[in-house]
């Protein structure tokens, strides 16, 4: 057995245990069915994580989120389909013009660079400045190169990574603070916690045609 399937059959079985062993904590981030658009000086990242509201300014269509994404931003991925802790169930990073470099799960191959379009799958996005400018690039992408195939292993810090301590190791590694904080409640970096990190800022909301049409189903008037 190789070293990457020693760290993923040593997760799961800690995460079967903890799923055994104990009671399930709410699942955490927006409500997707529920989503709905402010106007942005009522907005705040509290309001989308406990009310599902998005600022109107910032929502655009999914692909154009992307593109318009700077090099180095985060971006949270969420849809209907959620996992147990939510509908936010992924974190990966803008690298270049047409990829993401992401630590993709306990059933990837490793961290690895991915093409920008497979976010086009999900249903909302949440593009995020955590700091990283172009004086940054050529340490992020050092950084991205030897922990390139690093193995899955959820809450990891020693070169084998969820998707989101990987995204910290990055931040370290151009000397930035960490992106996402520890979730009390789940005991992981939850990928939706980077939204309520205060040093990160929403810059845009990118939303599926199905979201789409779904707030346009449910417009409502600005509140405050």
Request: include cysteine; aromatic fraction near 6%; charge should be neutral.
């Amino acid at each position: 057995m190789n070293r990457r399937s020693v760290w993923s059959t040593l997760c799961l079985a800690g995460l079967l245990v903890s799923l055994l062993g104990s009671c399930m904590p709410a699942p955490t981030g927006p409500d997707l069915t529920r989503l709905r658009i402010v106007q942005d000086q009522f907005w705040t990242p509290e309001r989308l994580l406990h009310d599902a509201e998005l600022p109107a300014g910032r929502v655009l269509p999914l692909r154009e989120a992307l593109n318009r994404a700077p090099v180095g931003s985060l971006i949270v991925a969420c849809e209907y389909a959620q996992a147990m802790w939510g509908p936010c169930s992924h974190l990966t990073r803008k690298f270049t013009a047409t990829t993401v470099t992401e630590e993709p799960g306990l059933f990837g191959r490793g961290a690895a660079l991915l093409p920008l379009d497979s976010l086009l799958r999900r249903d909302l996005i949440l593009v995020l400045d955590a700091g990283v400018r172009e004086r940054h690039l050529p340490a992020l992408r050092a950084a991205v190169e030897r922990l390139r195939d690093a193995p899955y292993l959820l809450n990891g810090t020693l070169d084998a990574f969820d998707c989101s301590t990987y995204q910290n190791a990055l931040q370290r590694a151009v000397g930035l603070p960490p992106a996402v904080p520890l979730d009390a409640a789940w005991g992981a970096h939850l990928p939706i916690g980077a939204l309520g990190e205060p040093l990160n800022t929403l810059l845009f909301a990118g939303v599926s045609e199905r979201v789409a049409q779904q707030l346009t189903r449910t417009a409502a008037t600005p509140s405050n």
